[in-house]
């Protein structure tokens, strides 16, 4: 995993070389283990390689065609790659970045794991490839070489990079099929630049920081961040996830394409208990293997371990694959003494796998002490203090010397995990659903039966899917009175378009979830935590498209069943984790006790609602009201005041 940036020229104005050397110290964070940058010329037999300050001494003594030769860069080119490497698979220098093939006709910079590289690799062997390394990105390389833009159908993993050939100045640039690594673009009209994260694009002198508005809307009112190509940062976009991009440098035309969509079954089906065990034995099989190939790597793998089913069917599955004799090591974020702390479920998988178990207590001083640096990795606004408790359990990560875990992220989304999922079924076949199951309730022995009436009751039926599944701006009786009126009435279509897009066929909403919306984010927030300390966050729930291919093509009935939530889950991990955690009812997440810090915290937050504020809430009114919001219960409310003090914190940092 790594960074990576690029500056081509449009219209023959040269480089200037300190543009490339500041994008590469933007990222510094993502690969502080070497530096590249490779120069292309107006003179076109001229490429120079050059090095910075963290590459490596034996670095610049290897004698490859992609090593650095000096570090001085020339004040003639018209294109620059540059690459911040963090060493994972082949940590010598054969690995250094950008690399090219013998012939220096095709050059990449590449950040992500192709986790099928090894398979991949035998098969270029036999068509006559040749590599200098044992790293998975020659083998993406050759791969682009041999079959052109179709290679990437046969990746297994994550990436986001670029290919320049020669010959045709072509640059081929691409992303995952779920986004899992970050592709970002700008262009004037004398240049085009790229990079893993938007503030590398703010280090160069023709990149504006223009605010987006509707992206500010999107994220006060809908809860949604990054669902559309341009973000928050106006003119520069994101490469969706499953697209390719092509620039043609001589003529400077772009072709985004997209590669890959996801199927899924659009059938409710019935269930049948010889299915489900079918169903259930395959998953297994299919996530032992996206977990035996994320175990792939030249330095230590840990592992998140939450207390919930996603981290620990993780751990226990890795720590069964592992043919290490050193115990695994596994991090939690822990609040002792409070509801949302889930050690002791943590506790039982430590038991199970003997493994190494490091915690964390994130507290209230946290959120003043670590939100600006927190703001800074995140480069856009983020939803409350889950995310900085992950920001804390990734430092943790670096602190033991670990560079690469394994993370739940996607299994919610993948089998049906959250609340909303239960209204969704329920608004499908409601009378089916609902009084069928009620009226078999009575006789029902199974505890999760039970649970799931008790769960309709406690939850009221009035509620539909798009009141629960998104996170709207409902913060008691304030509802949208604190947003400006003309902030409002300028973007409330998107609000009124967005309530029109809930569907009844639960399939159809993890889909729209898992690619278009709330997995997004969450992936997003993981890539930042973890690279903001140098940690590589593999993701097996998510970035092995033949487990997703698989569980999508699963029914809807075999998702929630009987009110059990993540049923498919929870069925092929039977007899391979504590029964206690597998069989667990309540949901938690990323919980933390965010009411009660923001309690101790009144004061200082209401420090932080500033004029930033004032285009898109009446700062006036929220700090009279203050008191008032704070005397009213907080637990689960904190929505909106998150919001409001994290976007004006975010518009001060960034100067935007």
């Known amino acids: ?253 772009i072709r985004v394409e997209k590669y890959y969509e996801l199927p899924f079954n659009t059938q409710q089906g019935q269930f049948s208990q010889k299915e489900a065990k079918k169903y259930a034995e395959n998953v297994n099989m299919l996530l032992q293997d996206s977990v035996r190939l994320r175990l792939r790597s030249d330095v230590a793998v840990g592992a998140c371990l939450s207390g919930g089913i996603d981290s620990s069917a993780l751990v226990c599955m890795a720590n069964s694959l592992r043919q290490s004799s050193e115990p695994l090591h596994v991090f939690t974020a822990i609040y002792p003494g409070m509801e949302v702390d889930e050690s002791q479920w943590a506790s039982k998988v430590v038991e199970a796998t003997h493994a190494h178990w490091h915690t964390v207590q994130t507290k209230a001083e946290d959120i003043l002490q670590s939100y600006q640096d927190l703001i800074y990795a995140q480069d856009i606004p983020f939803f409350g203090s889950s995310t900085l408790s992950q920001y804390k359990v990734m430092e943790l990560i670096a602190r033991n010397g670990i560079k690469v875990t394994l993370d739940g992220q996607g299994a919610d989304e993948l089998f049906s995990g959250y609340p909303n999922h239960f209204y969704t079924s329920l608004s499908h076949d409601f009378s089916r659903l609902l009084f069928g199951n009620v009226r078999y309730a009575h006789r029902a022995e199974k505890e999760p039966m039970k649970n799931f009436v008790r769960f309709l009751v406690r939850k009221s039926l009035i509620k539909w899917p798009f009141q629960v599944g998104y996170g709207y701006l409902k913060n008691s009786k304030y509802d949208f009175q604190l947003l400006q009126k003309d902030f409002w009435q300028k973007h409330a279509e998107q609000y009124y378009q967005q309530r029109q897009t809930s569907s009844s066929h639960l399939n159809e909403v993890l889909h729209h979830e898992f690619t278009g919306t709330q997995l997004k984010y969450l992936m997003r927030t993981a890539d930042r935590n973890s690279m903001r300390h140098s940690v590589e966050s593999r993701l097996p729930f998510v970035d092995d498209h033949r487990l997703v291919e698989y569980v999508f093509g699963v029914p809807s009935a075999y998702k929630l069943h009987l009110g059990q939530s993540k049923f498919l889950l929870r069925e092929s991990m039977k007899g391979k984790m504590p029964e206690a955690v597998r069989q667990r009812w309540d949901k938690k997440g990323f919980a933390t006790p965010e009411a009660m810090w923001f309690k101790n915290l009144k004061g200082e937050l209401k420090t932080m609602l500033d004029d930033n504020l004032a285009p898109f809430v009446d700062v006036k009114k929220l700090r009279e009201e203050w008191d008032y919001i704070f005397a009213q219960p907080l637990a689960g409310n904190t929505t909106g005041i998150s919001r409001f003090v994290i976007l004006s914190m975010w518009r001060k940092k960034f100067g935007v």
Request: hydrophobic share 40%.
């Open 1 to 253: 995993m790594c960074g990576i940036a690029g500056i081509v020229s449009l219209d023959a104005q040269p480089i200037l070389p300190p543009w490339p050397y500041n994008m590469g110290k933007a990222l510094r964070h993502r690969g502080p283990d070497d530096e590249g940058y490779v120069f292309f010329c107006q003179n076109e037999e001229k490429v120079s390689c050059v090095g910075g300050d963290d590459t490596p001494s034996h670095t610049w003594q290897m004698q490859l065609p992609y090593s650095p030769k000096n570090n001085i860069a020339p004040s003639d080119a018209y294109m620059a790659l540059v690459h911040r490497r963090l060493s994972i698979l082949d940590v010598s220098a054969y690995g250094h970045q950008p690399m090219c093939d013998a012939s220096r006709r095709f050059w990449i910079s590449f950040n992500g794991e192709v986790y099928n590289y090894q398979e991949l690799r035998q098969e270029l062997l036999s068509l006559g490839h040749v590599f200098f390394s044992q790293t998975d990105t020659e083998v993406v390389l050759h791969a682009y070489i041999q079959w052109g833009t179709q290679c990437v159908q046969k990746f297994n993993g994550m990436w986001a990079f670029v290919i320049y050939d020669r010959v045709s100045k072509k640059l081929f640039c691409s992303r995952d099929r779920f986004g899992v690594k970050p592709f970002y673009y700008s262009f004037t009209k004398s240049f085009f630049v790229f990079a893993s994260e938007q503030k590398a694009f703010f280090t160069l002198p023709f990149v504006q920081k223009n605010l987006n508005e509707e992206a500010v809307f999107d994220y006060l009112v809908l809860g949604r961040t990054e669902h559309r190509d341009e973000g928050f940062f106006k003119g520069i976009f994101e490469l969706m996830p499953g697209h390719n991009l092509e620039l043609q440098i001589s003529s400077g035309s």
